[in-house]
Each structure stands twice: as C-alpha cells, then as structure tokens.
C-alpha cells in the first residue's frame, strides 16, 4: 500500500489507496479487508458460472419417502438438482422465466443459502 501511494498505477491497489469514505481516506484496516476478499469472491464467482454453464448439480439424500410430480422418492435415495433452474420455480416466483430486477418476493439462491453464502450478498457498513 505504501509503495502504491508513492508511484500509483493503474490498478485496484492505487485505486483504493487514493479513495475516499466521506471525505476521509480509507484506513488501512479496510483496504486490507478489501484486498484480501477479493481474489477470493473473484475466484468464486468465476467457478460457479463455469459450473452453472456445464451445469454443475448438488446431490442430496432424500430423509423421507415423498411424491414429487408423480414420481414416488425413498428415504436414502439420492436426487441431483442444478442450480441454473433453483430459481424459475414457478410456484415460488411470479414470471419465473424473466429478469425483473426489482422482484418483491425474491427468495433466490445465487448467492447460495444456508452456511454456504457469498460474502457479496451480505450488507457491510462501514464508519
């Protein structure tokens, strides 16, 4: 960072070691934070979108005997799902197979859910 705000350069260092939060530069504590989040959030988002486009699936073992759309599931079975479909359910989202940005009820899963979340989903607020 000191080096970076002696000869800046064209790059995501220099840029935050030169911003500004409300008039007062960023602390270092913060653009650490930044720095080290982000080849880590960069290098998630690059494999899910190469695993959604192969697609990747999720297997889960199945607790109780079900019926889903007519076909009968056991207990210990295992079913595959794909995320590319998580979110067109049509009976969780109105107009399932569009894009509406402003979506009220958006119960979605591209950032993942439960214990497995992306740090970008998550409000920060700093100051």
Not at 91 to 103: G, H, L, M, N, P
Request: a negative charge; charged letters at 30%.
């Amino acid at each position: 960072m000191a080096a970076r705000r002696e000869d800046p350069r064209p790059d995501l260092i220099s840029h935050l070691v030169m911003a500004e939060v409300d008039g007062e530069p960023m602390s270092d504590e913060l653009i650490e934070r930044i720095l080290v989040l982000q080849p880590v959030a960069g290098i998630d988002t690059t494999w899910s979108s190469i695993g959604a486009a192969l697609p990747v699936n999720v297997a889960r073992r199945v607790t109780r005997d079900v019926e889903l759309q007519g076909v009968e599931i056991r207990a210990g079975d295992y079913v595959m799902m794909t995320f590319p479909i998580a979110c067109r359910d049509p009976e969780k989202f109105e107009a399932a197979d569009r894009v509406v940005i402003d979506r009220e009820r958006n119960r979605h899963v591209a950032f993942g859910v439960g214990i497995h979340r992306c740090l970008g989903s998550i409000p920060i607020v700093v100051g």
